[in-house]
């Protein structure tokens, strides 16, 4: 595994107390698996996880079916405002 690309990255989400963590992805040796800790988030998460997410430097859609790039997209500067990604490991 790389390592500058993180092997865990934190999903937060903006709640009345602050940003909280909702969910987790993890890198293994088998691919992204996904912790959900917050229900409400649940489908937003499993979304980033199903659908991909935009790796903006390659202009593409990554998948977790490539680890490296997925991960590096999670944490990808972006213009949130009630969520963010951070990384964790």
């Known amino acids: 595994m ?5 092997d865990k990255v ?3 989400a903006l709640q009345a107390d602050g940003m ?3 969910a987790v992805y993890d890198r293994t040796g088998d691919g992204v ?3 959900v800790l ?3 988030w649940e489908r ?3 979304g980033y996880l199903t659908d ?3 790796l903006q430097r390659l202009g593409a859609m990554v998948t977790p079916d490539h680890p490296d790039l997925f991960m590096e997209a999670l944490l990808e500067p972006r213009n949130m405002t009630y969520y963010d ?3 964790e490991s």
């Open 2 to 6: 790389t390592s500058s690309v993180p």
């Open 10 to 12: 934190g999903f937060y």
């Open 20 to 22: 909280r963590k909702v």
């Open 33 to 35: 698996t996904l912790t």
């Open 38 to 40: 917050d229900d409400r």
């Open 44 to 46: 937003m998460a499993r």
């Open 52 to 54: 991909g997410i935009l």
């Open 85 to 87: 990604f951070r990384p």
